[in-house]
Nanobody, 124 residues
């Protein structure tokens, strides 16, 4: 059973930075993709970023491109989301997700496993 545990959320001022972590366990993730999603109050959950565990190719939502960076540490089975130049509109609960992929799999949807989420609040 895949388990995902997020950490690193908190309160930060606009323009600040946070790094989210997602520790994955329960299986070998070499054929998996890991994604970050977020859900703000009253809004639908939206894709933020994703990375293929093997190869490391990445994808970003336009709203975070150039400000957020996704990365992975294979030895620790951990995925990170470095968030810089944060804006109040980045305030949301951020979720880590995982899914099995093949080379042509899209990275923005179809995730099977989800973490509990971590709150990120950006004050103006």
């Amino acid at each position: 059973q895949v388990q995902l545990a997020e950490s690193g959320g908190g309160l930060v001022q606009a323009g600040g930075s946070l790094r989210l972590s997602c520790a994955a366990s329960g299986r070998t993730f070499s054929n998996y993709a890991m994604g970050w999603f977020r859900q703000a109050p009253g809004k639908e959950r939206e894709f933020v970023s994703a990375i293929r565990w093997t190869g490391g190719s990445t994808d970003y939502a336009d709203s975070v491109k150039g400000r957020f960076t996704i990365s992975r540490d294979n030895a620790k089975n951990t995925v990170y989301l470095q968030m810089n130049s944060l804006k109040p509109e980045d305030t949301a609960v951020y979720y880590c997700a995982a899914k099995s992929v093949v080379y042509y799999s899209a990275l923005r949807s179809g995730y099977d496993y989800w973490g509990q989420g971590t709150q990120v609040t950006v004050s103006s």
